[in-house]
């Protein structure tokens, strides 16, 4: 059976996560006992990886879905203390196992035995403690930091990568969510914000699935950028526009009776070469510029009730077009900075009859 992009994403952070927590376990072990204790090695990584796989399970099951609407401080410290104490237990188990098949004792002889309750005093086993929660603490910070700034953002700040400006060839979606004029003028921007904020946290995982990323949002438009082979790849920029439709249609009874409106789009789609760079020094931000971020602005600009998707014929060109899938052209038109008009074309799904 053929993966999902999602079970395909997460099977992929997974076999991160696991090979991560099984390379911690045997580091903290070599430096804690040395590699002469075989024992305590297996031990240490056996430890990670039921870590590892617990890990994958939060992620995952427990902490995916409107859980992640929760304050910032708030869910960290649930994280912090739910993936601490499942660490904990997971530590105790793993040592009692241990003890009872080196001395060939019962679960019950090892807990009140001596020995283990000597251990569990001891400082070896509070620096493990706290090797694990400074860990954790750390890893659930960094998780949190970097869904709130975008995938990879982080790394690339530390890395200087966006420090110095480079050209990049990208591809761009404006995305414009219908009706904040009326729920404005009928509710007020308070209602309009945690409609739009609600919307998008519906539509997020998509984008992430896609491989886009989310570079700004302006009032109704939210800017959607992708790397040119990830972006072309099975069409993901197109394929985005129709799975955030289609998931706005599922969730639209939601919407109507919480927000009096059903959510709808209009999109343009363009590509082309772009500055990219880090600016600013107190509030450091990575900025495009570029041509071809005005034509995708202006390309929006021309979408219509019937033509609610545009693209540009530089990404067509470029594009191998799904076969569910048509597009259109819808004219030529001179766009402002253009010297040369620019066909664009309708991009709609094909009918099934």
């Known amino acids: 059976m053929e993966l999902t992009i999602e079970q395909s994403r997460k099977l992929k952070a997974t ?18 006992h ?10 240490g990584v056996t430890i990670g990886i039921m870590i590892a796989m617990s890990v994958a399970f939060f992620e995952f099951v427990l902490f995916s879905g409107k859980i992640r609407k929760i304050p910032f401080l708030n869910l960290l410290l649930l994280r912090v203390v739910s993936y601490f104490m499942v660490t904990l237990g997971i530590i105790l188990f793993v040592l009692i196992v241990y003890r009872m098949f080196k001395f060939g004792i019962s679960f019950h002889a090892v807990i ?120 072309f790849e099975n069409a993901n920029c197109v394929r985005t526009y129709f799975e955030l439709k289609d998931k706005a249609s599922s969730r639209k009874a939601y919407f109507y009776e919480k927000y009096h409106v059903i959510p709808e789009f209009f999109a343009s789609l363009h590509c082309g070469k772009v500055i990219r760079g880090e600016i600013g020094e107190l509030k450091s931000a990575i ?13 929006l600009g021309l979408t219509t009730e019937a033509n609610d998707f545009l693209a540009s014929s530089d990404i067509l060109q470029k594009l191998t077009m799904p076969i569910i899938y048509d597009a259109a052209s819808f004219g030529k038109f001179d766009l402002k900075g253009k010297v040369n008009k620019i066909e664009l074309f309708t991009i709609r799904e094909k009918e099934i009859t």
């Open 112 to 231: 009140v035995s001596e020995e283990f309750n000597q251990y569990i005093r001891s400082q070896d086993f509070t620096i493990a403690n706290a090797y694990s929660l400074a860990l954790i603490t750390a890893v659930n910070f960094t998780m949190q930091m970097n869904r709130k700034m975008g995938p990879g953002v982080i790394p690339g700040f530390i890395t200087g990568k966006y420090y110095q400006p480079k050209n990049v060839n990208i591809i761009i979606m404006f995305l414009n969510i219908r009706h904040g004029k009326k729920l404005i003028d009928s509710y007020g921007r308070l209602h309009f914000h945690r409609y739009i904020n609600d919307l998008i946290f519906e539509i997020t995982d998509i984008i992430i699935n896609r491989k886009g990323e989310i570079y700004e949002y302006v009032d109704e438009e939210i800017v959607l950028i992708w790397k040119s082979d990830t972006g």
């Open 15 to 32: 076999s991160v996560i696991l090979a991560a927590g099984t390379l911690l376990g045997l580091a903290y072990s070599i430096l804690a």
């Open 287 to 299: 900025k495009y510029h570029g041509d071809a971020m005005n034509t995708a602005s202006r390309i």
């Open 34 to 43: 040395g590699v002469e204790d075989l024992a305590r090695l297996l031990v």
